[in-house]
Each structure stands twice: as structure tokens, then as C-alpha cells.
């Protein structure tokens, strides 16, 4: 058998893939906050692997997009409409 010291290091298996302290930490969110939407099915899809919950990182951006919504209409309590926030 050969020297593998000099060969280019294999493919890590979790290429693509973040944590879920690493995205909690990038979302300025807690785990516990990423745990809450996984129990209610309205977070980004995750896989885990024994205790260990990692999330791919294009779905996490799909998912991302996803949340974006158009400012909610808000009423006044006479029922006057007021206008949608900018």
C-alpha cells in the first residue's frame, strides 16, 4: 500500500449540511427556538442522527424564502383601515 499522506483529504459526508447550534447561531435564535419549530413541523426540514440534528443548507435557504410575507394589514378598532406598513 502507498503514502495517503500526500492524497487530497476524502469529501466530508455532511458537505452541504449545517448543525444546529451553527444555524441557531446564525439565525440569532436558540436551539431550544430551532427545537420549538421542529416539534410544530414550521421549521426547515432536518435530519438527525442519533442526538445530533443537522439541517441541509439549501433547504434551510428555501425555507428562509419561504417566510418572507407581505406586511399584514392592520385595522383600527373603529374598523377604519390603515395603511400597510413600508
Known amino acids: 500500500m502507498g503514502d495517503l499522506s500526500g492524497s487530497a483529504p476524502?469529501?466530508?459526508v455532511l458537505e452541504g449540511f449545517?448543525?444546529?447550534?451553527?444555524?441557531a447561531r446564525q439565525l440569532h435564535r436558540s436551539v431550544h427556538t430551532l427545537q420549538r419549530l421542529a416539534a410544530t413541523r414550521?421549521?426547515?426540514?432536518?435530519i438527525k442522527i442519533?442526538?445530533?440534528v443537522y439541517y441541509k443548507?439549501?433547504?434551510?435557504?428555501?425555507?428562509?424564502?419561504q417566510q418572507e410575507r407581505k406586511p399584514a394589514v392592520t385595522f383600527r378598532s373603529s374598523g377604519r383601515r390603515l395603511r400597510r406598513a413600508s
Open 10 to 12: 476524502a469529501p466530508s
Open 18 to 23: 449545517i448543525s444546529e447550534s451553527d444555524l
Open 42 to 46: 414550521s421549521g426547515p426540514p432536518r
Open 50 to 52: 442519533g442526538r445530533s
Open 57 to 65: 443548507i439549501d433547504s434551510v435557504r428555501a425555507w428562509l424564502e
